[in-house]
């Protein structure tokens, strides 16, 4: 519980620094005294921002939690399972074929592929001999590349390229009031999670033992896989794909309170909206004025972080 | 009351299991017994609804296992298979707990609890309650699955060689476990085991697999025969009668051509 606090600590301490870091001169003081210029510039652009991150964080963290519960491997997150690369492919389709639906519409289609890829994933995990815990990721890595070159041929041919990159890239610089709303959408299904989260853990012991216990496994599965996709295709779509995140959050939750679920998910959410905060903070002051986007920062930090994972006992007996 | 009809399982054109029919009445211990690729775990898991039958039909209580409600059916019967892989992070208690699903869908009652400590305690974990899975050892773990489907608290229990991996002392407490379930609350036990003195020591029935087949079928004084042993697994058994059981000794055997 203390481990819990801490992190609660750290993670307030983050988002408060959030609010304040950034080019144009905003204190608290100013905000405090009631200065309207530094009252606007908090609603329009500092809060959303914040608010984007932590929602986006704490959602890919979860995505990747359940993600690892139904996938029964430590290694697996939507970007490790082709979901992320049939998200941006469904986008990239939604697009082409659909230019004048709203954006939620053409999200719809970007989450369908994201679920038909994740669903493709599980499928091939069924089929094959898991000899090695190293196999689960491989497979989805493979089937990423798959998706991802047919995805970037198209996007060549139609000269989408640019959109392409910016959903391959997370960055929150451009999150304004009016711009990321959807971000909530996506963390409200995360969070659905927890509701079901005695059945997501019964489902990540494995078929036999959950039909053992009288759940119905695939509809579980199906609920998992599709709370996952529509959190990948939102935060994709919005502000890009945060590498890593999904992997090491709920590793290290995972690490300090075991797989429970109902005890996971909500340390999971705030290790990732943590280090999503410490991420896009960092990208604002290493290079200051400008900005390094957090799916850079995070591809520097999370991975560092991944390799300590992995030194660790953690993976060893897998 | 578990009916047994015609069941057959076949991989291809290979038959596993087949033509096989049994009555097991409600309570006692009965234990399934036979040679490696025998078919006792195909068996055991066609009851326990994990694998679907190539033709034939299951009973328990009347209730045809293939067609019944999941969710219902798990409050009567459980099954724990002979390999169990958890990749999950979970603590004892947790997994053991999560043997009241069926019951309580996760919001654990008084109730609930009082099953969860009564099945650390049966298994002998209290101690490792809180301690991960992936922290214990072989026969540990084995002892955590087994009070998982302990907890379930269903009339039919199924396990598959729940002795592997335990010490001596724990194998015997283990089947001192089924007995007193059978004897004093009534369930009904159907157990794989390899070791057939303790299938006579301590079961009612014994059932023998050889080829997917039942090949005899009764009391234990009636399997524990040298004929008996030699038509089940080939090989020569001095049956000796020692307190009251019978038991098989066979560890040298005359040299083969
Ligand atoms: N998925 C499968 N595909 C093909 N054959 C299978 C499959 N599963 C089991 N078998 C075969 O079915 C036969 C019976 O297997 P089963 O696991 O029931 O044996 P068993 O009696 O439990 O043996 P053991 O004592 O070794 O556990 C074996 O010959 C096995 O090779
Ligand atoms: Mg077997």
Same mark, same amino acid.
């Given at each position: 519980m203390t481990r819990t606090a801490a992190a609660l600590a750290v993670f307030i301490l983050l988002a408060v620094a959030s609010l304040f870091a950034g080019v144009s001169d905003l204190t608290p003081g100013a905000v405090l005294a009631g200065d309207p210029a530094a009252i606007n510039l908090l609603l329009t652009s500092r809060a959303p921002r914040t608010i984007a991150v932590v929602l986006a964080g704490g959602s890919v963290a979860i995505a990747g939690l359940i993600m690892q519960m139904l996938a029964r491997n430590r290694f697996a997150e939507p970007s490790t399972s082709g979901t992320v690369d049939a998200a941006s492919l469904g986008m990239l389709c939604a697009t082409l074929l659909?230019?004048?639906?709203p954006v939620i519409v053409k999200m719809m289609v970007a989450a369908a592929f994201a679920l038909a890829g994740a669903g493709l994933f599980m499928g091939v995990l069924a089929r094959i001999?898991?000899?090695?815990?190293l196999v689960t990721p491989l497979v989805g890595l493979m089937l990423g590349n798959v998706i991802g070159a047919a995805t970037s041929f198209i996007a060549y041919r139609y000269d989408l390229l640019q959109s392409l990159a910016a959903w391959s890239n997370g960055d929150f610089?451009?999150?304004? %009031?009016? %711009?990321?709303?959807l971000l909530w959408v996506a963390f409200a299904l995360a969070a659905l999670a927890w509701f079901t989260a005695d059945r997501l853990t019964v489902a990540g012991l494995g078929r036999d033992f959950s039909v053992n216990l009288g759940l119905n496994y695939r509809r579980v599965l199906l609920f998992g896989l599709s709370i996952v996709a529509m959190v990948t295709a939102m935060v994709v779509t919005t502000v890009g794909m945060i590498p890593f995140l999904g992997l090491v959050a709920p590793n290290l939750a995972s690490l300090a309170l075991g797989d429970n679920m109902r005890r996971a998910i909500p340390l999971t959410a705030l290790l990732g909206a943590g280090l999503a905060l410490a991420c896009d903070l960092l990208g604002r002051l290493v290079n200051y004025p400008f900005e390094i986007p957090i799916g850079t920062m995070m591809g520097v930090i999370g991975s560092m972080l991944f390799l300590y994972l992995l030194l660790g006992k953690r993976f060893r007996a897998g | 009351m578990i009916e047994i009809r015609d069941v057959r399982k076949s991989y291809g054109d290979t038959a596993v299991v087949q033509g096989v029919n049994l009555t097991l009445p409600r309570g006692g211990v009965t234990a399934i017994i036979g040679p490696n690729g025998a078919g006792k775990s195909t068996l055991l898991t066609m009851i326990g609804r994990l694998l679907p039958m190539s033709g034939g039909q299951i009973l328990v209580d009347g209730i045809d296992v293939a067609h019944a409600a999941s969710h219902a059916l798990a409050r009567r019967l459980s099954i724990l298979r002979q390999d169990n892989h958890i990749a999950a992070r979970l603590t004892v208690r947790d997994l053991v707990a999560f043997g009241r699903y069926p019951h309580s869908h996760g919001r654990l009652t008084r109730e609930d609890g009082v099953h969860v400590a009564r099945a650390l305690d049966f298994l002998g974990l209290t101690h490792l309650a809180d301690r991960f899975l992936d922290e214990l050892s072989g026969g540990q773990r084995q002892r955590a699955h087994v009070a998982m489907v302990v907890c379930q608290d269903t009339d039919y229990i199924l396990l598959d060689e729940p002795l592997n991996n335990l010490d001596m002392k724990h194998a015997v407490g283990m089947m001192q476990l089924m007995r007193r379930m059978a004897d004093d609350l009534g369930k009904t036990i159907v157990v794989v085991l390899h070791d057939i003195n303790f299938a006579s020591c301590y079961a009612d029935h014994i059932v023998a697999m050889r080829d997917g087949r039942v090949i005899r079928e009764g009391a234990p004084a009636a399997i524990m025969t040298a004929d008996a042993m030699r038509a089940i697994y080939d090989i020569d058994m001095h049956i000796e009668k020692i307190g009251g059981d019978r038991i098989g000794v066979f560890y040298r055997q005359p040299a083969r051509d």
């Open positions: 659909l230019p004048d639906m001999p898991l000899s090695s815990p610089s451009t999150i304004l %009031r009016g %711009r990321y709303e | -």
